[in-house]
């Protein structure tokens, strides 16, 4: 088969019609499909059933030193819980902060804190300042932009790069721009690309010179240790690079159990240099008496030491890597003798990146929504949801069936294809 762009006029019009003639019959069919958020599969919520019952009666409520998780107290979390998501992240318990099943409320809290206080290094709350910017690594994770247009926060994108962001640009711009105060960072199979950072990449951010003083790096590692097989891409450890340095202030680092065990009911964890914590502490002893103890004893019960998750999340990859192998078989099959697209192939996380052709990504969402598949929203992957070249489509392949997840990433193929070919034949 000829590429797209190697066919002559006649050939493309008999291949759109082609193509418009099979987007029919699939539309005829009335799917309702679904891979528009990174959500585990029932399979996978399933590995976890018996944690919903370690706990049963209220003496299995009490930790190793005696404190009853029924009741209030421990501000940042029980020892027992920061002690094992120290030994998996190999950061000191007590720099670690736990929440509730959210990293995400957990980073909200965090830069609306700054926003009302300030931070470590602040002349003043950033909410007097002003302008506040962030840099914004694209493509990238949606929320993580929700949470500044919510807050009034410029965001300015950043070209992702195979080895992380572009980092002469982050280093030129936080230099000489003291309005910029962060940067938001998934290190390890990035959101929507699956790219993880190189050892060079996260050596430059652990020495990030900036002209603010209270300039944050948000380092979410919400995939830490998703890798779909025992080949998973490594991250070097950025606490420990700054941990002692001039440079430790600058990171706020998060991670959750949200896709280990249940994403309702997980625990988030929020990890801090000891001025940042001295200061956070200050602030979130007015906000809360404590956070859920029971959940977290639940969880260091079911998994023990950082072995017993890491063990769990074999099982996980497992799962997942089927459903990642029948998306890029299509792409593949469908896409590359097209030669109209590209896409990542991580080794682990929850997305696919694919790049249409330009211009026609909105299209291909269109289509899709119309023929019964549900993706995420063309341009969701970019600040303020504008796709400078209209390309970026995000594909989430955990929650459906193998079977309902075959059929709806050839749908997507067969829009991006009609998309381009009604394009180019105007």
């Known amino acids: ?20 003639a099979e987007y029919e019959k699939i539309k005829a069919q009335h799917y309702e ?14 590995l976890t059933e018996s944690l919903l019952h370690i706990l049963n009666k209220g003496s299995d409520c009490k930790t190793g030193d005696g404190i009853d998780c ?13 002690e094992l998501f120290s030994s998996l992240l190999d950061i000191p318990a007590e720099n670690i902060i736990l929440g509730g099943n959210s990293s995400l409320n957990m980073m909200y809290d965090t830069v609306a804190r700054a926003m009302l206080y300030g931070v470590p290094g602040s002349e003043k709350p950033w909410c007097r300042l002003d302008k506040v910017k962030f840099l914004c690594p694209s493509p990238g994770y949606d929320r993580h932009f929700h949470i500044c247009e919510s807050l009034g926060i410029e965001m300015i994108p950043i070209d992702m790069t195979p080895t992380g962001p572009d980092m002469d640009t982050v280093e030129r711009l936080v230099a000489e ?34 002209k603010a003083k209270d300039f944050r790096i948000f380092w979410d590692n919400a995939y830490a240790v998703h890798d779909l097989d025992d ?9 420990r690079l700054v941990e002692g340095t001039e440079f430790e202030d600058q990171l706020y680092y998060f991670f959750s159990t949200s896709k280990i065990s249940f994403p309702g009911s997980g625990v988030a964890l929020l990890a801090l240099s000891d001025r940042n914590l001295a200061a956070a502490k200050k602030i979130i002893e007015v906000q809360t008496i404590g956070p859920d103890k029971i959940n977290q004893l639940r969880h260091v019960r079911y998994f023990t030491d950082a ?4 063990d769990h999340m074999r099982l996980h990859g497992m799962v997942l890597k089927p459903k990642f192998e029948v998306v890029l ?7 590359k003798p097209t030669g109209i697209a590209e896409w990542t192939s ?18 291909t969402y269109r289509l899709a929504k119309e023929a019964g598949v549900k993706i995420t929203n063309a341009g969701a992957t970019f600040p303020y949801g504008r796709d400078p070249r209209d390309r970026n489509l995000r594909l989430a392949p955990s929650f459906p069936p193998v079977e309902e997840l075959a059929a709806a990433i050839h749908i997507v193929c067969v829009c991006a294809k009609l998309s381009y070919l009604e394009k180019v034949n105007g």
């Open 1 to 20: 088969m000829k590429k797209y762009n190697e066919m002559t006029k006649e050939e493309l019009l008999s291949e759109l019609d082609k193509v418009r």
């Open 33 to 46: 499909l679904d891979m528009s958020r990174g959500k585990p599969s029932m399979d996978q919520l399933g």
């Open 70 to 82: 029924r009741n209030y107290g421990q501000l940042f979390g029980l020892k027992e819980a920061r």
């Open 177 to 210: 721009d003291e309005s910029i105060k962060g940067i938001w960072c998934v290190p390890k199979y990035s959101n929507p690309q699956g790219i993880t950072y190189s050892d060079e990449t996260v050596r430059r951010f652990a020495k990030l010179k900036c």
């Open 231 to 239: 080949n998973g891409d490594k991250l070097l450890n950025i606490f």
């Open 307 to 310: 072995e017993g998750i890491t």
């Open 329 to 335: 078989n299509t792409l593949e099959s469908e896409l």
């Open 346 to 363: 991580p080794k682990g996380g929850y997305f696919i990146s694919l790049d249409v052709a330009d211009g026609t990504a909105k299209e």
